[in-house]
């Protein structure tokens, strides 16, 4: 459903940030993205969504190129980028102005009761904690239906007990309407709670180094034995991944002590 | 002179001044009253100095003198007459002069193309002082209304041009695009994140303009002009009578505050989401 097909990025500034990706990702897949910091998961996500081209390569969703932000593919960055000048519910239903007021209002009130925020509606984004800001970016890009959503990191910020609830949140809202989600983290007990597969990138030029399927059943079960051994096996391709390459020792122990 | 250091202040410090402004609204009544505390207390002692003889009240008539002045000139109608020709001046000029360095600073603003083509002659222009473009006006335009309101939307185009300019240029990459991950056209880009997101500075923009289009039109109408406050600041200094200078200084102070505050109370409305400092205090 969605193909990148050998993707290279180098910015405008000689940075080689990506090098010859290439993925195909099945309608309603969960996919994360997983690697270490400054191997190009950020600069994929925004190739992906359009808002960046490619230097080599292309993006396809359903067969058709990506060349600009495309409807049937949603973003959620890693900061809400709430618009400060609207309330919850017009920040929500920004992406729904095509429609008849009734209808955006009713996609708002069902996505503001999803995802715990009821009667939050007229309230100011200055008025939101972190995690509260972060459920209504996510359900800002959901209303739309998009058939693919990316999101960047979306729970970095918070706290384990928060990322935990909105981890939930965000499968019980995929469960709706089944989109493709690709999900960037740096966190591999994210990763195995959320996808069916984890894509290990490895830095300088960013590229795949493992694709791990994770194949354990809905509602996962974090305390399992199984998911402990699905979170070793990223764990030791995430470590594989940073040193890997082996430019020098040196280096690599760099890049692992920052890897996170 | 208080408001040509404002023009050469940099952005930040007009917003804080804008904000610390806004906070003066917000203030309760007690507070309020504070602030009124000095100048009726210096206006007092000053008018029982006059009356127990211990001051010269000629070239400093005392209050009640200067309140009486006002009185008659605005049962005769006389203030009304000079209130309206000021108030109009300024209202025409800084109509001109906000709409041109509005459109000009948006021009500029959103495109590096036109920003580079015209900012720098227009920071040259800037850099003359305004009232060196006098002769000139009175040579192209008379010496009527057309030159002085030429030099009152000249003071106020620079604040609001530079204001607007810096506001559009400094709009968070990170705000557009959520626009355009929305795929919003170009003009809907400019109406529904644009717009709201250089408001607060806007404002700031056209309060400072309308400080300048004030202090113009003071330049003005003492360079020449038969009605107009400045007129009567004039004639009072020619027929040495310093109650009427002080009538009209007051006159000034209140048009001046009056109408800025029409500017701010005007936008709040569409300001409550900042989440500003001076909110929280
Ligand atoms: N706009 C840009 N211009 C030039 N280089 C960039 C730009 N954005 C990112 N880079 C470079 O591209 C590489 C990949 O950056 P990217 O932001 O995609 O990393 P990331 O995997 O998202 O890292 P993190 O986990 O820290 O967010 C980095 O080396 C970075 O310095
Ligand atoms: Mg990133």
């Known amino acids: 459903m969605l193909i990148l097909d050998h993707l290279s990025k180098i910015y405008p500034n000689g940075t080689r940030a990506l090098g010859d990706v290439s993925l195909d990702v099945g309608s309603g897949e969960i996919v994360a993205l997983i690697g270490g910091s400054g191997c190009g998961k950020t600069t994929l996500l925004r190739l992906i969504s359009g808002l960046e081209l490619p230097s080599l390569g292309a993006v396809s969703v359903d067969g058709e190129k990506i060349s600009a932000p495309h409807p049937a593919v949603g973003i959620v960055f890693q900061e809400p980028r709430l618009l400060p000048w609207l309330t919850v519910a017009q920040n929500i239903g920004f992406g729904l ?8 209002d009713a996609r708002v009130d069902e996505a503001l009761l999803r995802v715990g925020l009821a009667g939050y509606g007229p309230r ?5 904690s972190g995690g509260q800001a972060q459920r209504v970016a996510i359900v800002r890009a959901l209303v739309t239906r998009p058939k693919a959503l990316l999101l960047d990191e979306p729970f970095s910020a918070l706290d384990a007990l928060t990322r ?3 981890q939930d949140h965000l499968l019980a809202l995929w469960d709706s309407h089944r989109p493709t989600l690709v999900l960037v983290t740096h966190d591999v007990e994210e990763a195995v709670a959320l996808a069916d597969r984890a894509i290990v990138l490895q830095p300088k030029p960013g590229r795949i180094f493992a694709d791990i399927a994770i194949e354990l059943p809905r509602p996962r079960d974090r305390l399992s034995q199984d998911f402990a051994e699905a979170k070793r096996q990223v764990m030791s391709a995430l470590d594989g991944s ?3 390459p082996q430019p020098s020792t040196q280096n690599s122990k760099a890049q692992a002590a920052g890897w996170w | 002179m208080s408001e040509a250091g404002t023009l050469e202040q940099p952005l930040e410090r007009q917003q804080a001044a804008a904000s610390s402004a806004s906070r003066r609204f917000a203030v309760s009544g007690s507070t309020l009253l504070l602030g009124f505390v000095l100048p009726v207390g210096a206006a007092l002692a000053y008018e029982a100095a006059f009356r127990f003889g211990l001051v010269q009240a000629r070239l400093l008539p005392p209050p009640s003198k200067v309140g009486s002045t006002l009185w008659d000139l605005a049962r005769s109608g006389e203030l009304s007459t000079h209130v309206i020709a000021t108030m109009t001046r300024v209202l025409l000029g800084f109509g001109l002069g906000a709409l041109v360095g509005m459109l000009l600073g948006a021009l500029t603003g959103s495109s590096s193309t036109a920003r580079k083509l015209l900012d720098p002659t227009l920071q040259a222009l800037r850099a003359i002082p305004s009232l060196a473009w ?27 041009y530079l204001g607007v300019m810096a506001a559009i240029a400094n709009v968070d990459r990170k705000i557009v695009e959520v626009g355009r991950a929305f795929r919003l056209s170009k003009t809907a880009l400019a109406r529904r994140v644009l717009l709201p997101a250089i408001l607060p500075d806007f404002i700031v923009a056209l309060r400072s303009g309308l400080g300048l289009g004030f202090m113009f039109v003071v330049a003005a109408e003492i360079m020449g002009a038969s009605e107009g406050l400045g007129y009567l600041l004039v004639d009072g200094q020619q027929l040495g009578k310093p109650d009427q200078i002080l009538a009209a200084i007051i006159a000034f102070a209140i048009l001046g505050k009056i109408f800025d505050w029409l500017l701010v109370s005007g936008s709040r ?8 400092h001076s909110r929280a205090a």
């Open chain 2, 269 to 276: 409305p569409f300001l409550t989401w900042q989440d500003s």
């Open chain 2, 134 to 160: 006098v002769p000139l006006f009175i040579l192209w335009l008379g010496i009527f209304e057309n030159s002085k309101i030429a030099l009152i939307a000249t003071g106020v185009f620079f604040p609001v």
């Open chain 1, 164 to 166: 935990a609830s909105l």
């Open chain 1, 124 to 128: 100011w984004p200055r008025e939101l």
């Open chain 1, 242 to 244: 940073l040193t890997q």
């Open chain 1, 97 to 104: 102005d095509h429609l008849p007021k009734a209808e955006r």
